[in-house]
C-alpha cells in the first residue's frame, strides 16, 4: 500500500459564529510576533489504504481530506507498507494507548508526533523535520514560552475536534472515495475493500451461491477441510426457522469449514446438479469427498451433524484432552529487562561518543519515558540511530559497545521502537530486500562472536527478550523469517551452555519462554506453527540438555518453554522423535525433586505433553 503524509495549515482554519474562514495567520504575522518566520502551524494526518490516520481527541480516523480542516496544503509520498493489515491495526492498538486525548499536547505531544511514529513503523522514516521541530521553534522565542498555555488552550477547539458527521470508516477499511469525497467507479469493490480482504471478511460467515462455478469454487477451497451445503428455498417456511442456527455454525466453525447457502428457486443448475428434491436438504463434504446428506429442519441434528463434521476434519490433540491450566492458555506478555541504571554514568562509559547528539537524543528518550511514560517521550530518529549503532558495533571496541546496546535495550521496552527495529528485520525477507544489514541480527552476530564479553552478551539477550513487546515480531517477522529465527535460537542454546554466568542462563530461559510463547499461541487456535519445525527441534535439543543442569533463577522459564513447543506438537513429527529419543519426560521429571510447589506442578503439567 502507498502511505502518504497529508499536511494540513491550522492557521488557515478559524471558527467564527459557527463559519470556518481562512487566515493564514502564521505566515502575516509570525515574524512580528514571535521574531521568527513560521510558514504554516502544521497539522499532519498518515493516509494509506483509502483511510486518513491522525491525532486529536484520541486517534481518530476518516476519509482523506473529509476532516473539518480542509484540503491539505500539501501531499508527500512517504513510500509503500507491505506489512498485513491485522500486523498494522495491533500496532495502532499500541498506539492509541500512547495517545489518548487527555495527553494531548500542542507542544510536545501532537499529531505529528503521532504522524512520525506511525510513518516510521509503516515505512521506516521520519517526516519531514521541518514539521516535527517546528513547537521547539516557538518555545526557543521569549514570547513562545510566554504565550504556551493560551496557544495550547486556543488551539485544542481546532486540534481535538471531532471528525465530520460523514460516515467514518472504521480503522484499515478500504475506502472507495476519492480526495474529495466522491464515490469511485468500481461497483465490483465491497465497501472498498480489496478481494483478500473481502475473503477475509467471508470467514466464519455463510456463503450465499447462485453461481455452479462460484459453488465449485468453494467446496475446492475446502478440500483439506470440511464443507456443507444448505439446500433451500424461498417457499420454504421449514427452511427459514434454522437459518440462525446455520449462522451460528457458520461463526463457530470459522476458518475450520466453508458453510454455504444455495436457495434452488435461483440456482436451478446448481438444484439440478445436485438432483434437488425437498428442501431444506444438506449435504456434507470432508476433504474434498461426499461425507453424508439429509433432509429436514430438525435443529438438534443439524448441529450435532456439523459437529461431528468439524472433529472428523479437524481431530482434536490428545492434549486437548488433558488437565493442563498453564500449557492451554496464552501467554501474552513476554519476560523484559526494563530495570533503569543511572543513564548518565551508563553514557559517560561510552567516553568521546558520549556527546554524540544520537547517544544523547536516545538517552533523553528513555530518561523521558521512563520519568513521565510514553505520551511525555517524542520518539527519536529510529533510522538515525540505526545507523549509528551499526557503525559503532564495526568501529568501536567490543568492550565500550555495552553501554550502547543497553541504551537500546531500554528504548526496546516501548512498542513504537521494538515495532520498527522489528520491521527492519522483516524487510529482509522481501523479493528486492535492503542491501544494508539490520541492526538486531548485526548485534546478535556480533554477541555470539567467541571474542564477546559477557556484559555484552547478557544485555543482547535481554535487549532480544525487549524485541517482544513489539506485535510485529510474533505476528510477521518470525513467521516469514526462519533466519531470524535462527539467529535468535543460536544465542539461547549458547547463552544456557554458559555454566560460568547464571544471569545470562536464566535471561536466556526468558527469551527461549518468549520465543516458545510466540509459537504455542497460533498452536491454541490450531493455526500454523511460526517457528519451522527444524528450529523447534533445535530449540528443544538445547532446552532439554539445559533443564536437568539449571538452578532456580532460569528453570521456570526453561521448564514452560519446553511445554508451550511440546503442546499440540504434531503427532509423528520430530520434534515428538527428539523427545522420545533423548528421554524427555525422565529428564522433566528429574528436577522435581527438592523443588517448591509452583515447579511441581508444572514439572508435571510438562511431562504429559513430552
Partial sequence: ??????????????????????????????????????????????????????????????????????????????????????????????????????????????????????AMFLVGKNIPSHITSLPQTVLNTPFGQMLKPQLDQAMRGITQAPVASAPVPRSGAQ???????????????????????????AVGKVHNVTQLRNLEALLDSAKTSCAVIFFTSATCPPCKMVYPAYDELAAEAGAKAVLIKVDISQAYEIGSRYQIRVTPTFITFLRGEKESEWSGANESQLRGNIRLLLQMAHPPHPHTKLRLPTLQRQHRHPVTYAKVPPLDKLIAKLGSSANDPDVISLKNFVAARHASGAADAPLPSLPTISRYIQNAVQSLPLESLFPLIDLLRL??????????????????????????PTTISTLISTALSPTSPY??????????????????????????????????????TSSLLDTAHAPIRAAAASLAFNLAAANHAPRLEQEEDLLPESAQVELMAGLLEAVGREGEDGLKGLLLAVGLLAYGAPQGGELVDLCEALGAPGVVAAVR??????????????????
Fill in 175 to 201: 475506502s472507495n472515495r476519492n480526495l474529495n469525497g466522491s464515490s469511485a467507479a468500481s461497483a465490483t469493490r465491497i465497501n472498498g475493500a480489496t478481494a483478500a480482504a473481502a475473503e477475509e471478511q
Fill in 455 to 492: 556484559t555484552l552478551r547478557i544485555v543482547t539477550v535481554q535487549l532480544a527478550c525487549n524485541l517482544f513487546t513489539s506485535p510485529l515480531l510474533p505476528r510477521q517477522t518470525l513467521k516469514t523469517s526462519p533466519s531470524f529465527s535462527n539467529i535468535l535460537i543460536q544465542l539461547i
Fill in 1 to 118: 500500500m502507498d502511505v502518504e503524509l497529508y499536511v494540513y495549515d491550522l492557521s488557515k482554519v478559524r471558527l467564527l459564529a459557527g463559519r470556518h474562514i481562512s487566515q493564514g495567520l502564521a505566515r502575516q504575522m509570525s515574524a512580528g510576533f514571535l521574531g521568527v518566520h513560521i510558514d504554516a502551524v502544521y497539522h499532519t494526518a498518515i493516509v494509506f489504504g483509502g483511510i486518513e490516520y491522525f491525532f486529536g481527541a484520541g486517534v481518530q480516523t476518516t476519509y482523506p481530506g473529509a476532516t473539518h480542516h480542509g484540503r491539505p496544503m500539501e501531499i508527500i509520498p512517504m513510500g509503500k507498507t507491505d506489512l498485513p493489515l491485522e500486523v498494522i491495526l495491533e500496532y495502532l492498538e499500541s498506539l492509541k494507548e500512547v495517545y489518548t486525548a487527555e495527553s494531548y499536547d500542542l507542544f510536545i505531544h501532537n499529531c505529528n508526533n503521532f504522524s512520525n511514529d506511525f
Fill in 593 to 610: 525433586k527438592d523443588r517448591g510447589e509452583e515447579i511441581r506442578k508444572l514439572v508435571a503439567e510438562v511431562e504429559k505433553v513430552v
Fill in 411 to 436: 528504548s526496546l521496552i516501548d512498542a513504537r521502537v521494538s515495532g520498527f527495529f522489528a520491521e527492519e528485520e522483516e524487510e529482509k525477507r522481501k523479493p528486492t530486500p535492503s542491501s544494508s
